[in-house]
């Protein structure tokens, strides 16, 4: 299956700053997921990133709140802009792939933020 | 709406006896489920899943059981290994997933 390799692993901010988040895969794909899990709480999708254009956001979640590029098939970051103790999370990476005749994701290892 | 619910945040079981773990589900368009495993500071590993026409698959040790009636799924795990000890979520699949909360699993050598 896909490696995702995610930076950073985990970091701590200050409240009102912006931390963006790397996703490496080591193939080329055409969709990328971001997740985020809050403390106690199940993954919740943020985004589907589309290379060459623009993200596709859930309810709840905008693009000035989280805003995502995709310059190319291995690539995408995510950025928390003006972050506040709410956004303490694990934000995960994860592509779509089919394992044991089933479409599922593979995810990244997260990136863990304390958001002081 | 919570549309995937794992009701027990928590379970304990004995090395070597049986593990299961349970899912409910309201949404009837789901069109396949899964299990994800997650250890601390990792991300979450498929593990197993099911069409909802099917109503049982078996991977090795790890079972997934599906009461479309009930709209209930449950994991088995058997027999049970300390290293089988993580976060079980199990999620629904419409296009995108929908994850439960998560059950952890503890298996006491």
């Known amino acids: 299956s896909a490696v995702i390799s995610q930076k950073p692993s985990r970091d701590i901010c200050q409240r009102g700053t912006s931390l963006t988040i790397q996703c490496q895969v080591d193939?080329?794909?055409?969709?990328m997921f971001w997740y985020r899990q809050q403390p106690g709480q199940s993954l919740t999708l943020i985004a589907t990133?589309?290379?060459?254009?623009?993200?596709?956001?859930e309810s709840g979640f905008v693009i000035d709140k989280f805003p995502i590029s995709r310059p190319n098939l291995t690539f995408s970051t995510l950025t928390v802009s003006n972050m506040s103790p709410e956004d303490s999370s694990i934000y995960l990476c994860?592509?779509?792939?089919?394992?044991?005749?089933?479409?599922?994701?593979?995810f990244g290892a997260g990136s863990r933020l304390t958001v002081l | 709406d919570q549309q995937v619910k794992q009701n027990s945040p928590s379970l304990s079981v004995q090395e070597g006896r049986i593990s299961i773990l349970n899912c409910d589900y309201t949404n009837s368009m789901f069109d396949y489920f899964l299990w994800y495993k997650k250890y601390p500071a990792e991300g979450p590993t498929f593990l197993i899943s099911i069409s909802s026409i099917k109503d049982k698959n078996e991977d090795g040790r790890f079972t997934v059981f599906l009461n479309k009636s009930a709209k209930h799924l449950s994991l088995h795990i058997v027999p049970s290994q300390p290293g089988d000890s993580a976060v079980y979520f199990c999620?629904?699949?419409?296009?995108?997933?929908?994850f439960g909360q998560g059950t952890t699993l503890q298996v006491k050598p």
């Open positions: 994860s592509v779509k792939e089919v394992l044991s005749g089933a479409n599922v994701l593979t």
């Open positions: 193939s080329q794909v055409t969709m």
């Open positions: 999620a629904g699949n419409t296009g995108k997933l929908i």
């Open positions: 990133a589309n290379q060459g254009s623009e993200a596709t956001y």
